[in-house]
């Protein structure tokens, strides 16, 4: 298993930027797909991105498309999430994921979660 500590969040305002980090620790973090999640206040965890363990196949909601870019360096056991052009609605906790398959972080099968870094957008 991995340990996985976010970083990164904080307060900014419409249309700026920010980049969170998730380090990991133990062994083998190229041999996990990885991903960001967020929640909301009231509303469901939901799918952000996902990343393979080597780095060369990305998945996007929807939603963040155009807007958010996962990359991951292997070498420094990170994975990190470029947020632009925020938006109000993208105001939630962000949590990372690891999974050894990249089909469980897009259905959601998460064995291990971080703790979670706050993002809150105001106008």
């Known amino acids: 298993q991995v340990q996985l500590v976010e970083s990164g969040g904080g307060l900014v305002q419409a249309g700026g930027s920010l980049r969170l980090s998730c380090t990991a620790s133990?062994?083998?973090?190229?041999?996990?797909?990885m991903g960001w999640f967020r929640q909301a206040p009231a509303k469901e965890r939901e799918f952000v991105a996902a990343?393979?363990?080597?780095?060369?196949?990305?998945n996007y909601a929807d939603s963040v498309k155009g807007r958010f870019t996962i990359s991951r360096d292997n070498a420094k056991n990170t994975v990190y999430l470029q947020i632009d052009s925020l938006k109000p609605d993208d105001t939630a906790v962000y949590y990372c994921?690891?999974?050894?398959?990249?089909?469980?972080?897009?259905?959601?099968?998460?064995?291990?979660w971080g703790q979670g870094t706050q993002v809150t957008v105001s106008l």
């Open positions: 994921a690891a999974s050894p398959l990249m089909l469980n972080i897009l259905r959601k099968i998460i064995s291990n």
């Open positions: 133990g062994r083998s973090f190229s041999t996990y797909a």
């Open positions: 990343i393979t363990g080597s780095g060369g196949g990305t």
